[in-house]
């Protein structure tokens, strides 16, 4: 069974960068309506035993094509808004990326400049994504940190990148048109302003 991450702060709590409405209809119903379907789909293919990182690096040993875009769309939904959720707190932004890790904080240095370098390249290639996707920072099987985007609800695991999403970054309008209208470039601004630099170090380490 795949569980929806559970949010430890109220609809309210990212306010004002992203709004309770938004909030609620993307964890309560978009992310909820993928971590279903992830759940029913696992069921018929016979993987619901594996972890969905497992899945979403493997979809080439699904046979059947129908299942097999599934799983990457709603399981690609549902891991890609878990780690959206997790990595998002009142308490985060530019002052918790001093309490994150030491070897996130050496790597953000040493492949892309710095924090303010990361952001405004993640920020960049978040903008300029056509259309409904995502935005990710990956480590690499060596450590080093990589700024991509994909399309839909894929990712770097259900590419075969090889590469582990530590920061993703939902640029669908679901994620912002409530409150941001077309100005998607506002959104991401304020997601620097929650992003919890603590968790992703965290992340990182783990990866
Ligand atoms: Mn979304």
Redesign the pocket.
């Known amino acids: 069974m795949f569980e929806q991450y559970r949010l430890p702060y109220d609809s309210a709590a990212l306010e004002p960068h992203i709004d309770a409405a938004t909030v609620e209809t ?1 964890h309560g119903k ?2 909820a309506a993928y971590t279903k379907t992830f759940n029913d789909t696992a069921e018929k293919a016979g993987v619901a035993d594996q972890s969905a990182e497992e899945v979403l690096r493997n979809l080439d040993r699904v046979s059947d094509e129908g299942l097999r875009r599934m799983l990457r769309n709603h399981g690609g ?1 549902y891991y ?2 878990n780690l ?1 959720f997790m990595t998002l707190s009142p308490e985060g932004g530019d002052g918790s990326f001093t309490q994150a890790d030491d070897s996130l904080k050496a790597a953000v240095e040493r492949d892309l400049g710095g924090l303010a370098a990361l952001k405004e390249k993640m920020s960049a290639v978040a903008a300029g994504q056509f259309g409904s996707g995502w935005a990710f920072l990956s480590k690499t099987p060596e450590g080093k940190l990589v700024i991509t985007a994909s399309p839909n609800q894929d990712n770097p695991l259900s590419e075969g990148t090889g590469n582990t999403p530590i920061i993703a970054l ?1 640029v ?1 309008e ?2 912002y048109y409530l409150k941001y209208r077309n100005l998607r470039a506002d959104y991401i601004k304020a997601f620097w302003e929650i992003l919890d630099w603590k968790k992703v170090g965290e992340l990182y380490a783990k990866a």
């Open positions: 993307h978009h992310h939904g890609n808004h959206y939902d669908w679901h994620a």
